[in-house]
């Protein structure tokens, strides 16, 4: 809890971002990635294996980006460094573990973005959602845009802001959650697909939460009813181990990767 409260009050992050809550969940995040380092192990290295198939097959060596760069714990960065001119690492919040990581890559560079599209509309600086990637991703000099375990993050907490809230986020009700998450998975999908760049996706699809002799008890859609292709590589993710969030449930997501995405 003091590390946690450390980094909440020394972690560099725009008012936005504080406000809204995105600095809090990274925190929180980066304390679930260090209890539950041996059951995401698996998960991390299927992720970072995808994403150095797609570094290998990638022609373009001048710039790659990489969205939703996080704690990096799932992102080759080492591999990205060494075949690429100059590396973007994109989030809403850079913790200081990714800052002091990419102190040893030169051409490793962080950039702080909104990658919903919401967090205008939560602030009320915009009317609608306004789903958009960084020019960067669009440069001709970017091989590779990779993103990294972020789609079914992106609208976790505009949803339930528009739910919790008493009034309308622009012309979305309380009642819109399920359209309001929908929108916004198909907006970073549409921008993903308009890129010229290679494209690699990872992302969890769905949640089950089962017991301990295997008994499903729930089960979520994490994309909002957006379906994706078969993918190039599936496994699943021991997000919450027994224990993490009841003592005998547990949180398993299926995750898709492709090394090499296209709608």
Known sequence: MLLDLLHLLTTPAPRAQRRLGYLRDSIWLMSRARRCR???????????????????????????????SGLLLDVPLADLAGAFRRVVLVDAVHLAPARRAIRAFPNVETLTADLSGAMALMTGAARDLDPRLPPVCAEPGTGLVISANLLSQLPIRPVERLES????????????????????????????????????????????????????????????????????????????????????RRLIHRVAGFSDWRP
């Open 38 to 68: 041996r059951a995401w192990a698996p998960h991390l290295e299927a992720s970072r294996a995808v994403m150095r198939a797609a570094i290998a097959a990638t022609e373009r060596r001048d710039t790659a980006v990489v969205l939703g």
């Open 165 to 248: 809230s008493r009034r309308p986020l622009g012309a979305w009700t309380p009642e819109d959650g399920d359209a309001f998450g929908r929108r916004i998975v198909e907006g970073h999908l549409d921008a993903l697909a308009g890129l010229t760049a290679r494209v690699c996706l990872v992302t969890d699809i769905d949640e089950t939460e089962e017991d301990r002799q295997g008994q499903v008890h729930a089960q979520n859609d994490l994309l909002y009813g957006v379906s994706l292709a078969s993918p190039e590589r599936a496994w699943t993710w021991e997000l919450a181990p027994f224990g993490e969030t009841a003592r005998h």
